[in-house]
């Protein structure tokens, strides 16, 4: 007779998945003192026994879109164990309901007393996510602090694990491509990934502003970000086929009649990395390769 070890509970008969073991099929869950002690067939033990056949079990979920600031992010804003623990989900993402202004008590009000782990995308935008679909004049680029932001996630970068932006019609129409460059420095300057919002937020403005088309705002979007990314990695390595490479694909960018380069001052930064790397270099560089910026 097989000897019963110290289990403190023993879930019997469920299809268990765990990708990362390779682990599909029927089989038993062992529990000791709070953790996963052993997963196989016709395991026992001498705390209790539940028969979840017909079920599956499965790792803690990681929900990395959660709206969890209760009674702050407005009518979307969830207990965060209701839709952590309670629901199968061990880890929640809160996508930028805490701001600058208001991750002290997203700190305290939110990750302490929860039993989930809770981690946050901080927003952008001053107000964070203050009932953000009913009052879009808080969301342009005049709400947007950058340098109390960037210290605002390095500050608690125990929790903050990347930036929350948008990237939407009603806003583009409004404030054109301000509060995503601002944005995108934020998650630079912080060395955090930057999450954008794709999609209508808010209703189109009624008087005057541009007409933006929605099909070109994600290509836009990308044109920004990798104009940024190859005058960076030119600058950084100052290798001059980088920097052919990053000066054709902004002429081949800049052609495009809605590319958003064509009609914005060339940034800081970009100034520089022309002034280090490109001097230098179109002195070196055979005719033929020369290219006109």
């Known amino acids: 007779m097989q000897q019963q070890q110290r ?5 019997k008969g469920g299809r268990v998945i765990d990708p ?14 709070g953790k996963i002690a052993a997963v196989g067939r016709d395991l026992s033990g001498t705390g209790q026994t539940v028969d979840v056949r017909g079920a599956l079990v499965l790792p803690g979920l990681i929900d990395t879109h959660a709206h969890v600031f209760r009674h702050v992010t407005g009518r979307f804003g969830l207990d965060a164990d209701l839709v952590g623990v309670h629901s199968a989900v061990t880890t929640l993402v809160d996508q930028g309901g ?6 002290p008590a997203f700190r305290s009000y939110v990750v302490e007393p929860a039993a989930s782990r809770v981690y946050a995308f901080l927003s952008a935008y001053l107000v964070g996510g203050m009932e953000g679909h009913y009052y879009p004049e808080l969301y342009g680029p ?11 996630a390095l500050a608690n970068r125990d929790l903050v694990k ?20 601002l944005s995108k420095e934020i998650s630079r300057q912080a060395k955090l990934p930057l999450y954008i919002h794709f999609g209508q937020l808010w209703a189109l403005p009624e008087r005057g502003e541009t007409r933006v088309d929605p099909d070109r705002i994600l290509p836009d979007v990308l044109c920004i970000r990798s104009c940024a990314r190859r005058w960076r990695a030119a600058s950084r390595s100052m290798s001059a086929m980088a920097l052919i490479s990053a000066l ?3 002429k081949k960018c800049s052609r495009q009649a809605s590319c958003p380069t064509r009609s914005v001052p060339t940034c800081t930064a970009t100034t520089r990395a022309y002034r280090r790397t490109c001097r230098p270099i179109r002195r070196i560089c055979s005719p033929a390769q020369r290219i006109s910026v």
């Open 7 to 11: 289990f403190d509970l023993v879930l």
């Open 20 to 33: 990362a073991q390779g682990i599909d099929g029927v089989q038993d869950v062992a529990i000791a003192d």
């Open 98 to 103: 805490p701001s600058l202004m208001t991750f």
């Open 142 to 152: 005049h709400g947007i602090d950058v340098d109390g932001t960037v210290k605002a």
């Open 162 to 181: 990347g930036i929350k932006a948008h990237a939407e019609i009603g806003g583009f129409s409004r404030w054109g491509m301000e509060a995503f460059r």
């Open 248 to 250: 054709r694909w902004r």
